[in-house]
């Protein structure tokens, strides 16, 4: 199916209506998810039928919601703040709702609420700014100072393999570790990805050869280096 | 980076099953005949595996999760004594899922019947194994899902429409690829009940016959893939990524081998 005649353009992915992009650029995908049918149609109380649909397609998804921002903030209170604030936003825009996949929309939104704590976050920065030296999207890998995040030597002599993994992902800049929670964990195919991260799909097939590369020499460093306790 | 530069984005395209047939072939010969790039495959297969293991995908604490239950229940509280509903609020709107073609498509009348009380009865004299009562759910499953014309509840070829639809019903994710370009068109899915589990099955065209491919998770104690032909119907399954698969169909077995190996080469092991 996926072809690689495919990735020039970009079709309706997730069955979402498309509109013509507004600005701010990051409400872009959340608004043309849920354009209305009409312009009277807004957000209002939900009927009994409509939270008990908000559960199946949209709260069920509360775990992929909060691993993506666990993931992406680096810090678990950050994380739940930014699932929350998620889903009262999900929950405001419910009532438009004209079906397609909740998990890829509730993941949009809490992308998009992270690089807004991000702009934040940058903004009231003091402490030198981190940048990955590989910056070739200049502004878009910004990343803030992992103060939990330990010493490459350290990360890797984590105990755990998840543990382990989470230090490595951790260390990437944003744009690689997002693409990395949506292809791996959440196994969205390229075009998801794409219309999820609003970047070309070139863009994701770029990020996706760089990340995974860059994971995969490290994880193999680390499975050398515990080659004996494992078969 | 340890493969080859130029081949790294084509790599990573075959690992994800991002490739059309041609390309992949393309890619896997370079593989094959590339230190460097066979062992960067390796590499990401490996960290793929490390991935998707236990753990790694953290889940919501419980206080976030009963904080969203409360929002919920809030919005919900709140729209009780409501207003009556406004007419446009009252539209109803299409739901994507719920495309459908004409399902009597797809019922196969009488001599479905009688060809389906004859499976049936072929598959009870499989001899008695662990398996028999499982591969008799199976081809029941098989033959109720064209008898009552209800073959698929998703029905498109677009295999990512068919994906996200299993996404909120099923507490796994099977892998649904499209083999249109290798004759075997995705013709949709739905829920089945095998083995006291609800499980997937996905629905795919051969010519005029349909195959349908069970998977649920979980490797069980089947052995290698292996192929049980009885009276019209093949069954043949198979593990792969942590899944169990089991394809019924009444294509010959040489169609359902190679149905199995054009899937098995876009599934990550």
Known sequence: MAKSSSHASLRGVVGWAATEPRSPAEERLETAVLTPASPTARPGPLSPEQTRRFREVVLVHADAAYNLALRLSRRPDVAEDIVNDAYVRALGAFSNYRGGDGRSWILTIVRNRFYDWLRDQRRKATAPLSRPANDADDDEDWDFPDTEQDDPEEALAKKSQAGALHALIDRLPPRLREVIILREMEEFSYREIAVMTESPIGSVMSRLARAPGALAEAWRAHEAKLGEARP | ?269
């Open chain 2, 1 to 269: 980076m340890s493969g080859c530069p130029d081949w790294q984005e084509r790599l990573q395209g075959l690992i994800d099953g991002e490739l059309d047939a041609a390309h992949a072939v393309e890619v896997e010969a370079h593989v094959a005949g590339c230190a460097a790039c066979s062992e960067a495959y390796a590499d990401a297969l490996k960290l793929r595996t490390a991935l998707r293991g236990e753990d790694v995908r953290v889940v919501a604490p419980d206080i976030l999760t009963l904080r969203l239950e409360a929002m919920v229940r809030a919005a919900e509280a709140s729209a009780a004594p409501a207003a009556p509903v406004t007419p446009s609020a009252a539209v109803v709107r299409p739901f994507s899922g719920g495309r459908r073609r004409d399902r009597a498509l797809w019922g196969f009348g009488g001599a479905g019947v009688a060809l389906a009380a004859c499976a049936v009865l072929a598959v009870s004299v499989v001899p008695a194994m662990q398996t028999a009562q499982l591969e008799q759910d199976l081809v029941a499953g098989h033959v109720r899902s064209q008898l009552v014309g209800h073959l698929t509840d998703v029905v498109t070829s677009d295999q990512h429409v068919v994906k996200p639809w299993f996404g909120g019903k099923l507490d796994f994710s099977p892998p649904v690829i499209d083999l249109a370009d290798q004759g075997f068109p995705l013709v949709g899915g739905r829920l089945d009940y095998i083995g006291k589990r609800t499980v997937a099955a996905i629905v795919y065209r051969r010519g005029r016959h349909v195959i349908n491919l069970f998977v649920w998770p979980g490797s069980g104690e089947l052995g290698p893939a292996e192929a049980k032909p009885g009276d019209g119907y093949t069954l043949l399954h198979w593990t792969r990524g942590g899944m169990t698969f089991w394809a019924v169909s009444d294509v010959n077995e040489k169609d359902l081998q190679a149905f199995r190996q054009l899937l098995q080469a876009r599934i990550p092991a």
